[in-house]
Nanobody, 124 residues
């Protein structure tokens, strides 16, 4: 069974940066398409970024293009999400998800395993 644990969230000022990590155990993340999602209070869970298993292409929601970057660290079996130029609107719980599908999807239904989430708060 694949286990995912997110870390790296916290409180940051507007314009600041955070680096989220998704550490896996049980299986190598090389076999999975990995997505990052976020959910703010009263809102639906939405896709933020993804890196595919088939061709290692990356996906970013329009709202975070040029600000966020997703990457794999194979030596540590970890996927990172570097978040720069953060805004208060980015405040949410961020989740890491893994799926066996070959290509990226922004739909939560396309992923099989989820971490517990990590809180990101952007505030002065």
């Amino acid at each position: 069974q694949l286990q995912l644990v997110e870390s790296g969230g916290g409180l940051v000022q507007p314009g600041g940066s955070l680096r989220l990590s998704c550490a896996a155990s049980g299986f190598s993340l090389d076999y999975y398409t990995i997505g990052w999602f976020r959910q703010a209070p009263g809102k639906e869970r939405e896709g933020v970024s993804c890196i595919s298993s088939s061709d290692r292409n990356t996906y970013y929601a329009d709202s975070v293009k040029g600000r966020f970057a997703i990457s794999r660290d194979n030596a540590k079996n970890t996927v990172h999400l570097q978040m720069n130029s953060l805004k208060p609107e980015h405040t949410a719980v961020y989740y890491c998800a893994a799926g066996r599908r070959y290509y990226c999807s922004g739909s939560p239904d396309e992923y099989d395993d989820w971490g517990q989430g990590t809180q990101v708060t952007v505030s002065s």
